[in-house]
């Protein structure tokens, strides 16, 4: 006789995209979790393995845990991936094979007779928002009054600042704006980023004099 073995973990919101399950960061529920056979025991999911269907799934609950009952064998464990997420963790391809719609990271475990794997858990992160307007500063006191006119058609750019001191070096422009946007009609602007440390800077224009932000 056997028993079932048990393999559980946490799918968590990866705040900093460092991968690593802090304790601190969220769960996310309502992501599906699938076990499929690993009939040729690689440690990767093949589209055939993938085809003949998962043979487990749970759905996390609302603290982000789920658990899988599967009877002793050889497993890919993946997660079903959801629409503006990027996944961090595991940081492997072992489910890129199987499926689009499947993350590529996964766990490859071996289930024996009452075993329990814990702590297998994915983590997956958003992109944040920056945001702002680009105005013309009237009296110049640097402040936005509300009153003052945007103005449309300047380049706002986002660097990766990589050392983390807060200020843009010059091997952190020439790496490149992990992100750009020309302000609207109204002046305002919005950067799409992955969690991390930047500098937010304007691309000047001839006739003008920056009051805002004054560093």
Same mark, same amino acid.
């Given at each position: 006789?056997?028993?079932?073995?048990?393999?559980?973990?946490?799918?968590?919101?990866?705040?900093?995209?460092?991968?690593?399950?802090?304790?601190?960061?969220?769960?996310?529920? *309502?992501?599906?979790?699938?076990?499929?056979?690993?009939?040729? !025991?690689? *440690?990767?999911?093949?589209?055939?393995?993938?085809? &003949?269907?998962?043979?487990?799934? &749970? @759905?996390?609950?609302?603290?982000?845990?789920?658990?899988?009952?599967?009877?002793?064998?050889?497993?890919?464990?993946? /997660?079903?991936?959801?629409?503006?997420?990027?996944?961090?963790?595991?940081?492997?391809?072992?489910?890129?094979?199987?499926?689009?719609?499947?993350?590529?990271? %996964?766990?490859? @475990?071996? $289930?024996?007779? *009452?075993?329990? /794997?814990?702590?297998? =858990?994915?983590?997956?992160?958003?992109? %944040?928002?920056?945001?702002?307007?680009?105005?013309?500063?009237?009296?110049?006191?640097?402040?936005?009054? +509300?009153?003052?006119? %945007?103005?449309?058609?300047?380049? $706002? /750019? !986002?660097?990766? =600042?990589?050392?983390?001191? +807060? @200020?843009?070096?010059?091997?952190?422009?020439? &790496?490149?704006?992990?992100?750009? /946007?020309?302000?609207?009609?109204?002046?305002?602007?919005?950067?799409?980023?992955?969690?991390?440390?930047?500098?937010?800077?304007?691309?000047?224009? *001839?006739?003008?004099?920056?009051?805002?932000?004054?560093?």
């Amino acid at each position: 006789n056997y028993q079932q073995g048990t393999k559980s973990g946490t799918k968590f919101e990866d705040d900093n995209a460092d991968g690593v399950f802090d304790g601190t960061e969220s769960g996310l529920s *309502g992501w599906t979790i699938e076990a499929y056979e690993d009939t040729d !025991a690689d *440690g990767v999911l093949s589209a055939g393995e993938y085809g &003949a269907g998962a043979v487990a799934n &749970a @759905v996390t609950d609302g603290s982000g845990d789920y658990s899988l009952s599967l009877d002793p064998g050889d497993y890919l464990v993946c /997660e079903v991936s959801q629409v503006g997420y990027t996944q961090s963790a595991p940081a492997n391809t072992l489910c890129q094979a199987g499926s689009a719609t499947l993350a590529d990271g %996964g766990f490859a @475990v071996t $289930i024996t007779s *009452g075993s329990s /794997e814990p702590d297998n =858990d994915f983590g997956n992160y958003q992109p %944040g928002t920056k945001s702002g307007t680009k105005f013309e500063d009237d009296n110049a006191d640097g402040v936005f009054d +509300g009153t003052e006119s %945007g103005l449309s058609g300047w380049t $706002i /750019e !986002a660097y990766e =600042d990589t050392d983390a001191d +807060g @200020v843009l070096s010059a091997v952190e422009y020439g &790496a490149g704006a992990a992100a750009s /946007e020309p302000t609207d009609g109204s002046g305002d602007y919005s950067l799409s980023l992955d969690p991390g440390d930047y500098l937010v800077c304007e691309v000047s224009q *001839g006739g003008y004099t920056q009051s805002a932000p004054s560093n």
